[in-house]
């Protein structure tokens, strides 16, 4: 039985994944080393509310800055209105994973363009 010989292209495709594997590992390496483990910094953006039957609904997004995960994260919307009436509103996300970020809504029954909507979060835990 003879050897079989590798030919030039077999040798090319065997040396790009090689270095895209080492590459991989070297980026994820780096990533832990280098990565400083600070706590979520999380911060609440809501946006333009839309009118949903008898609600109103208003999209939030919670960003985490930080280089941990946060979990459970508890956020609540609050609707100030004349003569210092407050509707308030609230949403759990599951998780936001470090430097990313998760979307979801709240529902008001007041119009928010008549009062000022404010959104922040109240809590969460650490995984």
Request: net charge neutral; charged share 25%.
């Amino acid at each position: 039985m003879s050897k079989l010989e590798k030919n030039a292209l077999e040798w090319a495709v065997f040396g790009v994944s090689l270095a895209l594997v080492l590459a991989t590992v070297g980026f994820l390496v780096y990533e832990a080393v280098s990565s400083p483990a600070s706590p979520p910094d999380l911060s609440v953006e809501l946006g333009t509310p839309e009118r949903r039957g008898q609600v109103w609904a208003v999209p939030v997004t919670v960003r985490n800055r930080g280089e941990e995960t946060a979990e459970g994260v508890h956020v609540e919307a609050v609707l100030r209105l004349a003569g210092g009436r407050e509707e308030r509103s609230e949403l759990e996300i599951m998780f936001v994973p470090r430097r990313s970020q998760r979307e979801g809504w709240v529902y008001f029954l007041q119009n928010p363009a008549r009062g000022r909507s404010e959104g922040r979060v109240t809590g969460f835990e650490k995984p």
